[in-house]
Each structure stands twice: as structure tokens, then as C-alpha cells.
């Protein structure tokens, strides 16, 4: 059974440092690319970050250079550090992975990250 634990979130004042992590069962992690997405109510989902099963990452514009996504095949985990933190950051986030073909979207429970003084 495929498994995504976030965890991580909560209040942070702005220009403040959160760092979240999934941890991930049921897969075969080392292969799977992994993804961080957010939500907001009344929006989509947003991709925020992705990193490939070889480490190769990409961010959404807004977090470029604040944002890193890192991943520990070890530990079957993959960690989202946030730096430089903005109240357009609150968002609930989620660790998302796809497996299989077709490919089946798999979800955390999803975090909730605050930004606010």
C-alpha cells in the first residue's frame, strides 16, 4: 500500500525558514520522481517543486531561489525546504508521487504552512 506522510508545516513569521518532509512506503522510492504541490481554498493545486528519481529538480517562479527540494533514497524520503518565507506561501502542501502506467497520482494528507505576523 502506497503511503505519503507530510509533515513539517505550521506558523512562521515572514522571511522565516520552515523545512517539510514526506515519508514514503509502498513504492519503490528510489525510482519515483516526487513532487511538493500547495492548495489554497477556492484554487487549483499548484506544482511547486519536483525532483526526479536521478535528483534532477524544477520549481514554479515564484519560489526559485527560495525553495529546495531535496530527496534521501535512504531514508525513503523527500524534504521541501523553504527559505525567505512570504504570507502568498500559506498553503496547504501536499507530497505527491505518480506511479505506474497510466500513471496513478498518490497523496499525502497534505501540511499546513502558515506565513503570517
Known amino acids: 500500500q502506497v503511503q505519503l506522510v507530510e509533515s513539517g508545516g505550521g506558523l512562521v513569521q515572514p522571511g522565516g525558514s520552515l523545512r517539510l518532509s514526506c515519508a514514503a512506503s509502498?513504492?519503490?522510492?528510489?525510482?519515483?520522481?516526487m513532487n511538493w504541490y500547495r492548495q489554497t481554498p477556492g484554487k487549483q493545486r499548484e506544482l511547486v517543486a519536483q525532483?526526479?528519481?536521478?535528483?534532477?529538480?524544477t520549481y514554479t517562479d515564484s519560489v526559485k531561489g527560495r525553495f529546495t527540494i531535496s530527496r534521501d533514497n535512504a531514508k525513503k524520503s523527500v524534504f521541501l525546504r523553504m527559505s525567505s518565507l512570504k504570507p502568498e506561501d500559506t498553503a496547504v502542501y501536499y507530497c505527491?508521487?505518480?506511479?505506474?502506467?497510466?500513471?496513478?497520482?498518490?497523496w499525502g494528507q497534505g501540511t499546513q504552512v502558515t506565513v503570517s505576523s
Open positions: 505527491n508521487t505518480v506511479l505506474g502506467m497510466p500513471g496513478v497520482a498518490c
Open positions: 509502498g513504492f519503490t522510492f528510489s525510482s519515483a520522481a
Open positions: 525532483i526526479s528519481s536521478r535528483g534532477t529538480t
